[in-house]
């Protein structure tokens, strides 16, 4: 169909060629089909917009395509968009991310697409991974929004009023979206041909995910075509390949919009009227790129200090200047660097095949570099002919290789991008010359050559013939002829090669001798052997006998066991010397019935200690040589012995204590160490302890825990010389009784507290309950009192408890959870006896308080008890008393810590004060007359 379509447009467009041809029609006028979109042939569109969808939505051109192309049918993902089942309405939940629920209408964990929910995944994918802005990525629309939102943000759209119309436009781009108005519904697809004729798009319809040839849902009124690429703009760029012998920096092309002007300017070098036609200068950085920019190019002076390149220049950060894209561009070398050939041509500007990131296309061309002349490195003689090698130069696409001929001339010979060739052409003894070049991908020389080339005359040694293959103890010895060299300068080596199982010749090894062992043979076995000379780079020299040598291989006698018994430590394995064995392997067989590798020794005994008590094992041992390959055959059979070990341990006490759980058990004949376990909470026997003795102590018990125990006979090599009890034994952790207060007493400054000691306690830890409910340790003794003093608050009841623990700081006891109370009540509450008017103040006196180490005594004031001192006596006179006041007394017990141990008279003990008159007449005799303010 889209052939049909072709061949009649084209026909169409020939005849109406002719006929302008005939009728004298302007020839622009006449409407043909498009070649390409290039922003101004629209091929019969009409042009709507100022900017790009990949502009409008934050899309780099470059992640947009390869996101595609990492998903589409020829991907490592190929079911992530397609065959994913299409539904109606806002489905936007392709196979390969439906976890979530994109679409008003999506379910996690559900697959399902409408045609713009298609388009909308693959759009909202390219702008997060291009790092669009949220505000970028929410202009993404779906359903009806869709061309809505493309005229809202002023996208570049084509519009066409079929979709024939389309096609033959020509303009279509991989990576267009479509908008399709049919009578039946609209439709939203990408367009994905390779080509604009390649007509099919992506899309979502009918039942699932797919790629369909272009069409409308019911007849087409038309669509919409979004363009990946900008109209109108192109972008010039130049670019070099890598490599160079110098740097491509500072390197100028002048660019020119048409051939005659560029010619101009390269037949004319020195005029200046030729050379400012030009349209502007490209500049090549020191990556060897080279972009159309706004600025102007800066003069040489500016782009250098001295021999430096000044690569900062703000000229390379300037904008790129898109020029128009209905011209061809061309470029002819104003200057060039070291690491740039000489350029006289006309360079054309074509496109790459590569878009900018907003989608403007990338017309460029590689300026030609110049590399370093290429060196032989190498020129030899193999068997296959003359080979010669050469260091890689950078920069280079191909190597051309010459010969010189019997005129002398340099003929071409080759071509190969490998820095090595083979002349397979040559005969022995002929002398021959070689040059080589290199060459861009376009053919043309980027280097000079060695113009009196590299001689070699070419010869080859002579084919190695085998004269002995004998047995030895080792393996099979080859001897041959040695081989005269003519060839290698740095000496010959022998490659000795032998047929697989497949008759294929397979290297074996190499030798600089005329012998060599093969040690990788098994016994009745045959084998063919070869030889061939090589040089010390590996390069063949010589031919080879390719029917080869053959050896039947028959190895030692097999090796017999002549003693085989169970002792202490393992079963005991004793075998006849074979002579010239180098070593011997001995064998067991495995629960599975196949043999396996016990150890290589060199004696003729072994020891087998991994075998375990009661284990009957199955044992054969043939001769090794020193590669570890048999050399002799082996008993099949085997011989059996059953290990019986020493006798199974068994505990004869396990016991509490108050430090653990004590286990005692009889010594084993011939045992080494005994190893002592415990059953785990997974149930698995888990290792205490080793020990020579016949008594542990298990001191990491916990009170009232239940232990299950076993013991088993280890050997000196570690492992298992005996059985054990899997029932074992168990024990309960009980400690020590519990300890109680005998007394709680009751003293001046705390309570004393006072228990019976315990038989096995190393300690007792006393503990009083604080004001949240928990017990707060107040000590750990190993006396049977403690004095809880100095922190007490008088008439507040405190509870103790008391707690043992063993030698090893742990709890041995259990301990009583409701614990002792008892009220701290200190000392008799202190009473004033007298009060008394003196001339120096009012005397307090007190009756003394047993148990108190001192008195503060108290005078009350405007706003309560004011402190007057502290004393031991029982008396104090308040020499601040004022005359005619009443005064009010009271006094406090107070401890060795300057805390209260009693109470008080909250009333206290009054008296007027009143001085007496003597001590007033004495006053007014010898006071001075005072004036009254």
Known sequence: MKRCRKCTAFLLALLIVMTAVVVGIVPGTVKTKAASWNGYNYGGGKLYGYQSFLEAFGIDYDVYMKWMDDHDADSPNPDYYLNTPYAHNDHRNPAGDCDGAYGDYDTPGVAAMNCTGFVWHVLYKAAYHSGASSEQISRLKTMWRVPVAWSDYGIYRLWFDSIEEAYDSGVLEKGDLMWIYGSSDNHNAIFYGDSPWDFIYWDSAGERNRYCEVHSIGDCRGLWVAKVSQPNRIELQIDTPSGGSGSKFGTKYCVFNSRSKAQAALDHP?????????????????????????????????????????????????????????????????????????????QTFTYSGRHTAKGYKIYRFMAPIHVSTPTMTSIKSVSDGIRMSWRAVPGTYRYRIYYKNYQGSWRRMAETDSTSYLDREVQRNGAYTYTLRCIDRYGNFISDFNTSGWRMTYTYADTPQMTRIYETPQGLQLTWTPVKNPVAKNGLIYRVYRKNDQGQWTRIGQTTSNTYLDDLVGINRSYVYTIRCVDNSGDFISSFNNRGWGYLFTGLDTPQLTSIKSETDGVRLKWNAIPNATKYRIYYKNAQGTWTMLRDTTDTELLDTTISPGEARTYTLRCMNNRGCGVSGFNSKGW?????????????????????????????????????????????????????????????????????????????????????????????????????FSKIVNEPEGLRLKWDAIDGVAKYRVYRKNASGGWQLLTETTGTEYYDCCTLNLNTKYTYTIRCVNNYHRFCSDFNRTGWTRTYTGVATPQISDLESTKDGVKVTWDAVKGTIGYRVFRRGPSGWILLGTLTETEFTDTQATQGATCVYTVRCVGSKNQYISDYDRDGKSIKYTVPEASLAQTSQQAEPVTQP
């Not at 894209?325 to 070291?338: G, I």
């Not at 205490?688 to 076993?710: K, M």
Request: charge should be neutral; aromatic fraction near 16%.
């Open 270 to 346: 020195n005029s200046d009227w030729a050379w400012d036609t030009r349209e502007g200068t490209i500049v090549l950085d020191s990556n060897g790129h080279g972009v159309f920019r706004e600025h102007y190019a800066p003069p040489a002076s500016d782009l250098w200090y001295g021999n430096s390149p000044r690569t900062n220049h703000p000229y390379f950060r300037s904008d790129a200047k898109r020029v128009d894209s209905s011209d061809t561009y061309y470029a002819v070398q104003w200057s060039h660097s070291p690491g740039i050939s000489q350029d006289d041509y006309i």
């Open 640 to 740: 059996r012995c059953t290990y019986k070990g020493v006798e199974t341990p068994a505990f004869t006490s396990v016991v509490s204590e108050p430090d653990g759980i004590r286990l005692k058990w009889k010594p084993v004949d011939g045992a080494y160490k005994y190893r002592i376990f415990y059953k785990n909470a997974q149930g698995y026997w888990t290792t205490i302890t080793e020990t020579t003795g016949t008594e542990y102590l298990d001191h990491n018990v916990t009170l009232n825990g239940s232990t299950l125990y076993t013991i088993r006979v280890v050997g000196a090599s570690g492992r298992f010389t005996s059985d054990y009890n899997k029932n074992g034994w168990r024990c309960t952790y009980t400690g020590v009784p519990n300890p109680k």
